[in-house]
């Protein structure tokens, strides 16, 4: 049974619930369908109506794009309103509400195509006053939680009736990824006349599905098919019903007992069993996410360098993860995860060594070993899975793990108050480009989090982030990302245990579900068979 | 019998007080932040610290506890963080769950727990009594949440007689959606009403009284139910009540397992958020059902038995 505290609800959670484990599953093997029966049966013509009943770890609170970042929010409300680009589910920045755009020769100024056609669910047409209204509404939205990644923009205005120009304040490479976030969807200018809550309460949007009924208290939300959907013949479903289901066993439950068509957040555990369930399909996919070691550089035992290097190689990545998730993750080499762009599978990784990781520990200032605590978020069995073995790894350099579990609110507010020695939590990018996940993670002063609250702060990685975030040549950016990497590798500022994937389980009469690296799964494609 | 009530109200009332008490001073020295939790870890502490002040979270304790106060005495119970909506109509559309959850595991442990003890009693030390008391000490041992999944496994994923959790949408689905988990419910206190009411009968068995009701010649069926069974109800009701304000919290275990949305699952996800006003809200009416329970149990006993009052 899970364990109550495990009830975070933040977008981080799903990430987390689903997490587990990488896969074999290559990146480019899951478009269109899922899986070998999925893709198989896909060649099939799409039937047509239904009901798609899909319970979640992850529950709606509330529906403005701009100021959501929980995973029950943000994978609803993309079902009803959409942006410019959208990432496709083998990673792909994809032109989507626009049909392209041309950057001046500076790269200060962007010219959008709006999509001919497309109508909002009330009829009315989709134009540039619309795109204007609204991603200005994001980026100049104090407490909007991913309002960051648009502050890059100067202005934005419409052109003629069917462009929209934006100017940027400096060249940034990563622009067409945030303007693919969801908190940059498009909605009515001025909210069709409405008012801000008259609005959200009956939403209107260019997306598949509008918003049929809500309970307030998130327990369920249905989606109704939007008829005049610019994808002519999507979506194929008449409706969608998404469930708030919290329990991991009760949800893999009402999958097996046919009460559900599809489930989030399978636990890596279950997996195998669903597997051989004839009528039942589990899909694993590659997220933008790694589980992250970290060390508190504030103290002196982690301010050296050799203590961090000993650590990394006295932990058994490979072994970490088999003994954690039932085959479906991929061990930890790079800080960024293998499905993200410009990572880098020749990083210096410092494998597992034992007499290696002695050697470095002699080096050090702490040649005989010290005490520690590992604080965790202790509702999740995967942490305190992780715990155990590092502890157990650590023990023969002689640093004594002492293991701190606290609920996750607790566990959040502690590290983020720097009051650790040690703690595993996972990182993850919420667009296609990999800078957000590289600032968030090494600037230590601009990018927000202090190096994800480590205190790591090397001048030379910091500038190669900033140079490669005003760099618009595609090899040149991978070029100083390969360098990043391979820089923080030897650093190591924190261990990347392993890379999971989202898991998804469904009925085999699902087809054509994917998610994202990202987390989001489109439903116009889906139909029941 | 009327200053007995009154005295217990009281009673009732300083412990409903108490446990709002302890759950708003425990709610603030746990460490956690509800604005960070809301906004994000990329929020700004500007945006974080705005969202506290809105919520008055930059007061001092006291100051808060006594916003809070006054508001239950105008009957606010505050606005969730989360939800963005009222403590109150959260409570609202969650507490008939609860309580019919609450109703039906009594029932169910009533119906059960009755004739097994009447059986073990009218069969003392016999191969049937020990058998019905070995059940009651496996009962006992077993986890509520791994016997749900059991009854889950059998009677929803295999037989397919029931849902697997959820409360659907009809009342005739919510009853559906009820038996399983009542009946996890219910086993939590079966055993122990089994065993008090066994020895309860049995003792008024051996009694006098019954052996003159015997010699009257009164059939064994009569003098089971007629006799000993009231005899032996007034202490089965005082512990039945004190099960039921047990079975209350109990649900919170139970609405997870079977995916009901009740006030124990609104509990739970509320203490994970620190969504301060519905942990506030729903503790408290939780408190004061339990409180109400344990309020009729007395008065009932009282009104059964005379020499209650007097104690």
């Not at chain 2, 219910?186 to 008024?204: C, D, T, Y």
């Amino acid at each position: 049974m899970t364990n109550p505290y495990e009830r975070e609800m933040s977008r981080r959670t799903l990430l987390r619930r689903g997490a587990g484990g990488a896969t074999a599953v290559a990146l480019g093997a899951l478009w269109p369908g899922v899986g070998a029966a999925a893709s198989r049966r896909a060649a099939a013509t799409p039937t047509l109506g239904g009901t798609l009943k899909f319970a979640r770890s992850v529950a709606p609170t509330e529906l403005d794009p701009a100021n959501s970042i929980i995973a029950g929010d943000v994978y609803t409300l993309d079902k009803i309103f959409e942006p410019l680009y959208v990432t496709s589910p083998t990673g792909q920045l994809t032109p989507w509400l626009a049909t392209g755009s041309t950057a001046s020769k500076d790269q200060k100024t962007f010219t959008f195509a709006l999509r001919p056609g497309v109508k909002f669910s009330d009829g009315s047409p989709l134009g540039p006053a619309d795109v204007v209204f609204s991603i200005n509404r994001s980026r100049k939205n104090a407490k909007g939680p991913l309002s960051f990644l648009d502050s890059a923009i100067t202005a934005l205005e419409a052109k003629g009736s069917g462009s929209v120009v934006v100017q940027l304040a400096e060249p940034w490479a990563p622009f067409l990824s945030d303007i693919s976030v969801f908190a940059n969807a498009i909605l009515p200018d001025n909210f069709g006349g409405k008012s801000e809550a008259e609005f959200f309460a009956k939403p209107v949007g260019t997306g598949p599905f509008t918003l049929a009924s809500f309970q307030s208290d998130a327990s369920s939300l249905t989606l109704a098919k939007n008829p005049g959907y610019w994808q002519s013949g999507k979506p194929y479903l008449d409706a969608v019903e998404f469930l708030y289901v919290d329990d991991d066993n009760q949800r893999v439950l009402q999958l097996r007992g046919g009460q559900v068509d599809l489930i989030d957040s399978v636990p890596p555990a279950d997996v195998s069993s669903l597997k051989s369930d004839s009528g039942l399909s589990v899909g694993l996919y590659p997220a933008w996410e790694v589980d992250l070691l970290v060390m508190n550089e504030k103290l002196p035992q982690y301010a050296d360098l050799h203590v961090r290097r000993a650590i990394t190689y006295a932990i058994n990545r490979p072994a970490l993860v088999a003994a954690s998730s039932f085959g479906t993750a991929k061990p930890g080499g790079s800080f960024f995860p293998p499905s993200l762009e410009y990572y880098s599978a020749s990083t210096p990784v410092l494998a597992a060594s034992l007499s290696a990781a002695k050697a470095e520990l002699a080096k050090s200032s702490f040649p005989k070993g010290f005490k520690t605590t590992l604080l965790i978020d202790g509702g999740v069995q995967k942490w305190r899975t992780f715990a155990q073995i590092i502890q157990q790894q650590l023990a023969p350099l002689d640093i004594d793990v002492t293991i701190n579990a606290l609920d996750h609110a607790a566990f959040e507010a502690t590290f983020q108050k720097l009051d650790y020695d040690l703690f595993i939590d996972y990182a993850i990018n919420d667009i296609s480009d990999p800078d957000e996940m590289a600032s968030f993670e090494l600037d230590f002063k601009a990018g927000g989090s202090g190096s994800y609250w480590s205190s790591y702060d090397n001048p030379a990685v910091i500038k190669l982030v900033h140079q490669a975030e005003a760099e618009p040549v595609p090899a040149r950016r991978a070029a100083l990302y390969a360098k990043i990497q391979a820089l923080v590798a030897g650093d190591a500022p924190f261990v990347p245990l392993d890379y999971p994937p989202y898991i998804y389980a469904f009925s085999s009469k699902v087809q054509g579900f994917a998610v994202n690296p990202g987390g989001a799964y489109r439903l116009e494609d889906v139909w029941l068979a | 019998m009327r200053s007995y009530a009154a005295r217990r109200l009281v009673a009732a009332v300083g412990v409903t007080l108490g446990v709002t008490v302890a759950t708003f001073l425990l709610l603030h020295v746990e460490p956690g932040d509800p604005a960070r939790l809301v906004l994000g870890e990329h929020a700004s502490p500007q945006a974080v610290a705005a969202l506290r002040r809105s919520w008055g979270l930059d007061r001092s304790l006291p100051s808060q506890f006594w916003r809070f106060l006054s508001g239950l005495l105008r009957g606010h119970l505050g606005k969730s963080y989360v939800y963005g909506v009222s403590a109150t109509s959260l409570i609202g559309q969650r507490i008939g769950v609860t309580l019919a959850l609450v109703a039906l595991a009594t029932l169910f442990a009533v119906v059960i727990a009755v004739p097994l003890a009447t059986l073990a009693a009218a069969r003392k030390e016999r191969p049937l009594d020990h058998l019905v008391r070995g059940l009651s000490v496996l009962g006992l041992g077993m986890p509520a949440f791994w016997f749900g999944i059991v009854l889950i496994e059998v009677f929803a994923v295999h037989l397919k007689l029931l849902p697997v959790g959820g409360w659907g949408s009809s009342p005739g689905q919510h009853l559906e959606g009820l038996v399983l988990p009542a009946l996890t419910a219910s086993f939590a206190i079966v055993p122990i009403l089994v065993r008090s009411l066994r020895v309860g009968m049995a003792e008024v068995l051996d009694a006098e009284f019954i052996a003159t009701v015997r010699s009257k010649g009164i059939g064994e069926v009569r003098v089971l139910l007629a006799h000993v069974a009231r005899n032996a109800l007034i202490p089965t009701l005082t512990l039945l009540g004190i099960n039921v304000a047990f079975l209350v919290g109990s649900t919170v275990i139970v609405e997870q397992v079977f995916d009901l949305n009740g006030l124990g699952s609104l509990l739970l996800d509320a203490i994970t958020n620190r969504d301060f006003p519905v942990v506030q809200a729903v503790t408290l009416v939780l408190a004061a059902i339990v409180v109400v329970l344990n309020l009729l149990t007395d008065l009932l006993a009282a009104r059964l038995d005379p020499r209650i009052r007097l104690r």
